[in-house]
């Protein structure tokens, strides 16, 4: 295969993120990656329903939690497009945006499945403070023993854009 034929396939870097400070650096990350790689960035939010046994949510609720999402996805989709924007490099990766319901390492299976060009997945990663980032520690773990892809963690605070 000729090195160039590398660069013209349609491969995509799947981003997750929660809107952190973390996951914005890891996103800003991304971008680097994306650029030197010639890859398009797929920005994903995982976001979970409380289980209605235990609460009373409407559909209304579940629906206003799909909204903020994207208008999260679309805020952090237009601040990245900014970034790319101000750079004079030839590549400027294309910015797309997913969200969906449900655990963070089931979706990303189920979009690495579907979409069958993603090259990477790149997230963000915190220290831990006491027990107020176990859920994030799991999560962390769990992406990392399903997701069948190579996975970049972005340490906290590593800022490479700053």
Not at 4 to 13: A, E
């Amino acid at each position: 295969m000729n090195t160039k034929d590398i660069f013209h396939t349609n491969r995509s870097i799947l981003v997750l993120t929660d809107f952190s400070g973390s996951a914005k650096n890891a996103a800003d990350y991304a971008v680097l990656l994306a650029r030197q790689l010639h890859a398009n960035i797929i920005l994903f939010n995982s976001y979970l329903i409380p289980d209605q046994g235990f609460d009373s949510w409407s559909s209304g609720d579940q629906t206003l939690l799909s909204q903020q999402s994207k208008i999260s996805l679309d805020k952090e989709a237009a601040r990245l497009e900014s970034i790319i924007k101000d750079n004079n490099k030839e590549f400027k990766p294309t910015i797309n945006s997913l969200s969906n319901e449900g655990t963070i390492a089931e979706n990303v299976c189920e979009i690495i499945t579907e979409k069958k060009n993603i090259l990477m997945v790149i997230m963000g990663g915190c220290k831990a403070n006491g027990n107020d980032d176990v859920l994030f520690g799991v999560e962390i773990a769990e992406v990392l023993n399903k997701v069948k892809c190579p996975t970049l963690i972005i340490p906290e605070s590593e800022c490479l854009l700053c």
